[in-house]
């Protein structure tokens, strides 16, 4: 049955250095608290798997905590590049990053391979793209049926996967809706899984096919609310866009970046006080707009 | 009447948007893509399906999307799936008739490059990487692909193929053995190219109004091939524009730009 922790309990109690770190939500829901507070708590040499790497690790690279990134699409949606996980891919800064490169489709096979306790997953996919080239856990089968020729890619399977969900109930109960992305597969796929949750409630409204992970397959679930900013949780919050834009700059030089985290991030107790920080300093910037 | 005055941009879009017929089932990339299918479906294809890769079926969003997965799509939609499904039942499953994409780079048998430019392992710039388009290009019955024209990016050779076009044209892409048929026509700034039939190298087709065609032949990094019978693309209608600047100007401030 999953605890009902604090984050910075939860992360100390879930994920440790070194280990393979699945923090998903696709452009939805992203469990951006808890990036925070593992950088918060200096984990260190994580392989970090996440299909879009979105600001979340943009911020864990950029701070040295990774030592290896598995990935199907590195960019800042709708903006343009990831700065930090650009420049420790071109520059291996502030240390290498090994990276594992996938698609979407692929990633998504591998996830559910995961789930389903099965040593690979299979799909019709990276047909005349490069990707098998460098990536050697990309492989093509014949099936044994029609002697097709199909991709197969290895299983994930996270030490910890780390999600984000709209609500949970006193027994960590979680039920996610909107687009749900890889979370369930993430979640069954590894040994141990966080869920951020917007609130604990008394009772979680659900309907046969809601998405519900029931307590009993998390190990931990944490209330905070806000806790997927600048990304958005449907029913509380809109996605911030602004704040992806003005990422761009944060991020774009190195000292700028650090400075960045270690005023908003390092140097704050918390998500809520990341967050009361932040519109204050917003407060002072005319152009800003800060949702929920 | 005088003509509509309008941008290159908005040219390309409207000429991609007329490539999308009413009722057609469209798995949209994000951007160009998104905007050009989004102005067919509120003007000639009111039918259209819009796929979004974020598992969003049927999305009819009234402002255009910054991200793949915007709380829009989620809300317009007729059903939101989780990311395996939609790949493998709605992609994979050849529930798809067209497939919308960008690129950073192209070359002549429509090979699109969105990983790195230079060498893989020591890059000069890192791009994103594939997302969702290696399995669009493979498995959606036909593609069409959106990029602005420039030597840069039309170029003689990819640094990598990150989605497949023709490989290296005639029948190699049909000999992998891919569901999906391919490209069936870029849409630039400038004009639109289509596989000439036994080749697959990519010709020059049509120009957009007042582009000529030595204008496209030095936007291009390689010899470019031109149709005997060029055409001209017909100028954005009044109406056509009237709709693109309404979504666009809706989108601006849904998103706090300007407004």
Same mark, same amino acid.
Request: net charge neutral; aromatic share 6%; proline share 6%.
């Given at each position: 049955?999953?605890?009902?922790?604090?984050?910075?309990?939860?992360?100390?109690? %879930?994920?440790?250095?070194?280990?393979?770190?699945?923090?998903?939500?696709?452009?939805?829901?992203?469990?951006?608290?808890?990036?925070?507070?593992?950088?918060?708590?200096?984990?260190?040499?994580?392989?970090?798997?996440?299909?879009?790497?979105?600001?979340?690790?943009?911020?864990?690279?950029?701070?040295?905590?990774?030592?290896?990134?598995? %990935?199907?699409?590195?960019?800042?949606?709708?903006?343009?590049?990831?700065?930090?996980?650009?420049?420790?891919?071109?520059?291996?800064?502030?240390?290498?990053?090994?990276?594992?490169?996938?698609?979407?489709?692929?990633?998504?096979?591998?996830?559910?391979?995961?789930?389903?306790?099965?040593?690979?997953?299979?799909?019709?996919?990276?047909?005349?793209?490069?990707?098998?080239?460098?990536?050697?856990?990309?492989?093509?089968?014949?099936?044994?049926?029609?002697?097709?020729?199909?991709?197969?890619?290895?299983?994930?399977?996270?030490?910890?996967?780390?999600?984000?969900?709209?609500?949970?109930?006193?027994?960590?109960?979680?039920?996610?809706?909107?687009?749900?992305?890889?979370?369930?597969?993430?979640?069954?796929?590894?040994?141990?899984?966080?869920?951020?949750?917007?609130?604990?409630?008394?009772?979680?409204?659900?309907?046969?096919?809601?998405?519900?992970?029931?307590?009993?397959?998390?190990?931990?679930?944490?209330?905070?609310?806000?806790?997927?900013?600048?990304?958005?949780?449907?029913?509380?919050?809109?996605?911030?866009?602004?704040?992806?834009?003005?990422?761009?700059?944060?991020?774009?030089?190195?000292?700028?970046?650090?400075?960045?985290?270690?005023?908003?991030?390092?140097?704050?107790?918390?998500?809520?006080?990341?967050?009361?920080?932040?519109? #204050? #300093?917003?407060?002072?910037?005319?152009?800003?707009?800060?949702?929920? | 009447?005088?003509?509509?005055?309008?941008?290159?941009?908005?040219?390309?879009?409207?000429?991609? #948007?007329?490539?999308?017929?009413?009722?057609?089932?469209?798995?949209?990339?994000?951007?160009?893509?998104?905007?050009?299918?989004?102005?067919?479906?509120?003007?000639?294809?009111?039918?259209?399906?819009?796929?979004?890769?974020?598992?969003?079926?049927?999305?009819?969003?009234?402002?255009?999307?910054? @991200?793949?997965?915007?709380?829009?799509?989620?809300?317009?939609?007729?059903?939101?799936?989780?990311?395996?499904?939609?790949?493998?039942?709605?992609?994979?499953?050849?529930?798809?008739?067209?497939? %919308?994409?960008?690129?950073?780079?192209? =070359?002549?048998?429509?090979?699109?490059?969105?990983?790195?430019?230079?060498?893989?392992?020591?890059?000069?710039?890192?791009?994103?990487?594939?997302?969702?388009?290696?399995?669009?290009?493979?498995?959606?019955?036909?593609?069409?692909?959106?990029?602005?024209?420039?030597?840069?990016?039309?170029?003689?050779?990819?640094?990598?193929?990150?989605?497949?076009?023709?490989?290296?044209?005639?029948? @190699?892409?049909?000999?992998?053995?891919?569901?999906?048929?391919?490209?069936?026509?870029?849409?630039?700034?400038?004009?639109?190219?289509?596989?000439?039939?036994?080749?697959?190298?990519?010709?020059?087709?049509?120009?957009?109004?007042?582009?000529?065609?030595?204008?496209?032949?030095?936007?291009?990094?390689?010899?470019?091939?031109?149709?005997?019978?060029?055409?001209?693309?017909?100028?954005? @209608?009044?109406?056509?524009?009237?709709?693109?600047? =309404?979504?666009?100007?809706?989108?601006?401030?849904?998103?706090?730009?300007?407004?």
């Amino acid at each position: 049955m999953a605890l009902i922790l604090d984050l910075a309990a939860a992360i100390r109690e %879930f994920v440790r250095d070194g280990d393979t770190v699945a923090m998903e939500g696709f452009t939805h829901l992203i469990p951006s608290a808890a990036g925070h507070e593992i950088l918060r708590q200096r984990r260190r040499d994580l392989t970090l798997v996440r299909m879009t790497p979105d600001l979340i690790y943009d911020q864990l690279i950029g701070m040295g905590c990774a030592r290896k990134l598995v %990935f199907s699409w590195g960019g800042n949606p709708g903006v343009g590049s990831l700065h930090r996980l650009r420049d420790a891919i071109e520059r291996g800064w502030p240390r290498p990053l090994e990276i594992e490169e996938h698609s979407h489709a692929g990633m998504a096979v591998a996830y559910a391979a995961g789930a389903a306790n099965l040593p690979f997953g299979v799909l019709r996919g990276y047909l005349g793209s490069d990707l098998p080239k460098y990536n050697p856990r990309i492989k093509f089968i014949e099936c044994p049926f029609t002697g097709e020729r199909l991709a197969a890619v290895p299983a994930i399977r996270p030490d910890v996967a780390v999600v984000h969900a709209q609500q949970a109930d006193r027994k960590g109960n979680v039920l996610l809706w909107g687009i749900v992305g890889v979370q369930k597969e993430v979640v069954m796929a590894s040994r141990r899984s966080i869920v951020t949750v917007e609130e604990i409630v008394d009772h979680i409204e659900t309907r046969p096919n809601s998405v519900v992970l029931p307590g009993w397959v998390v190990s931990a679930v944490c209330e905070v609310a806000g806790g997927a900013f600048p990304s958005y949780a449907l029913g509380y919050y809109p996605r911030d866009n602004s704040f992806y834009r003005r990422w761009d700059e944060i991020a774009r030089e190195r000292q700028g970046f650090t400075e960045w985290i270690e005023r908003h991030v390092m140097a704050t107790a918390d998500f809520a006080e990341f967050r009361r920080r932040l519109v #204050a #300093a917003d407060g002072r910037r005319p152009h800003q707009t800060a949702n929920g | 009447m005088a003509e509509p005055q309008y941008s290159a941009d908005e040219m390309m879009t409207v000429a991609a #948007a007329r490539m999308l017929r009413d009722g057609a089932v469209c798995f949209v990339g994000i951007g160009l893509p998104s905007a050009a299918a989004n102005l067919a479906r509120l003007t000639h294809a009111p039918e259209a399906v819009l796929i979004y890769e974020s598992g969003t079926i049927g999305a009819k969003p009234s402002v255009l999307p910054l @991200s793949i997965g915007d709380g829009e799509l989620a809300e317009t939609a007729d059903s939101v799936v989780s990311i395996a499904e939609i790949f493998a039942y709605w992609l994979q499953g050849c529930r798809v008739d067209v497939g %919308f994409l960008g690129a950073a780079q192209i =070359d002549r048998f429509a090979n699109l490059n969105t990983t790195v430019v230079g060498d893989y392992r020591s890059p000069q710039v890192r791009l994103p990487g594939a997302g969702g388009a290696a399995e669009i290009a493979c498995n959606a019955r036909e593609v069409l692909i959106m990029l602005r024209q420039s030597k840069r990016a039309f170029v003689a050779k990819l640094d990598f193929v990150t989605s497949a076009g023709y490989l290296d044209g005639g029948d @190699s892409r049909e000999k992998l053995g891919m569901p999906g048929r391919g490209p069936r026509a870029v849409i630039t700034d400038l004009g639109i190219l289509t596989p000439d039939p036994p080749t697959k190298e990519l010709t020059l087709t049509s120009l957009h109004p007042g582009v000529t065609t030595e204008q496209a032949i030095a936007a291009t990094g390689w010899p470019l091939k031109v149709a005997a019978n060029l055409a001209r693309t017909a100028p954005p @209608s009044a109406a056509e524009l009237a709709v693109l600047r =309404d979504l666009n100007q809706r989108t601006a401030r849904a998103h706090g730009e300007g407004a």
